[in-house]
């Protein structure tokens, strides 16, 4: 199957911060997806993107749909604590049979 | 509705025993997937819908595990015979069209003892 990388795995950043992070595939992508999970609940959609190069926001999240159509980011502006999560990457190909996930990024927000 | 439906939220079965795990999907989606996640916070896929058939089941253990989307009811994941390992969070997802946002319900804890 497709190997998704996301990265950073894990970020400890202050409040008030930015915060990157990163998802790479081994193949083409039609569709990305941004999701936020939080212990015991199912994964929210954050962002959709579905062309290459597109960028998206989504209050102070902003997500881009790589040229490349490999990889993808997402940006958080200005960070709360409210922000503390698992962000997940989810992207697929042209078949659309399914969507792959990335392994995660464990965001902490210290006050 | 307007949200992905699942239930029922905690399920705890001995080893051996059946577990059924529904899911609702939003009205008018056409498209559901199943996943599986284990501790490591891993989505593993297992299975996917369109309509009623089946779209992709390549993720699933097929001598135990089965699904179905039957016309007004809900999406149905049936594990037989259960063991230790399926222990997880068992996610379902639907989408509107093919290749669109998909949503996630709140999930089933499936717990084998």
């Keep these: ?111 | 509705g307007e949200e992905v439906a699942q239930t029922p939220k905690h399920l705890v079965r001995g080893e051996g025993q059946k577990a059924k795990l529904y899911c609702a999907p939003i009205k008018g989606h056409s498209y559901v997937f199943w996943y599986q996640q284990v501790l490591k916070n891993e989505f593993k896929f297992l299975i996917s819908f369109q309509n009623e058939n089946v779209f992709d089941e390549t993720g699933m253990p097929k001598e135990r595990f089965s699904a179905k989307c039957l016309p007004n009811s809900p999406c149905s994941l049936e594990i037989q015979a259960t063991k230790l390992e399926d222990s997880a969070v068992y996610f379902c997802a639907s989408s509107q069209f093919l290749n669109t946002e998909a949503f996630f319900g709140q999930g089933t804890r499936l717990t084998v003892v």
């Design chain 1, 1 to 111: 199957g497709q190997q998704l990388n996301q990265s950073p795995q894990s970020m400890f950043i202050q409040e008030g911060e930015d915060v990157s992070m990163n998802c790479t595939s081994s193949s083409i992508f039609n569709t990305w997806l941004w999701y936020k999970q939080e212990p015991g609940e199912g994964p929210v959609l954050l962002i959709a993107l579905y062309k290459a190069g597109e960028l998206t926001s989504n209050g102070r999240l902003t997500a881009q749909f790589g040229i490349t159509r490999k990889d993808s980011f997402l940006n958080i502006s200005a960070s709360i604590p409210s922000d503390v999560g698992i962000y997940f990457c989810a992207g697929s190909t042209n078949t659309g049979n399914q969507f792959y996930f990335g392994t995660g990024t464990s965001l902490t927000v210290i006050p």
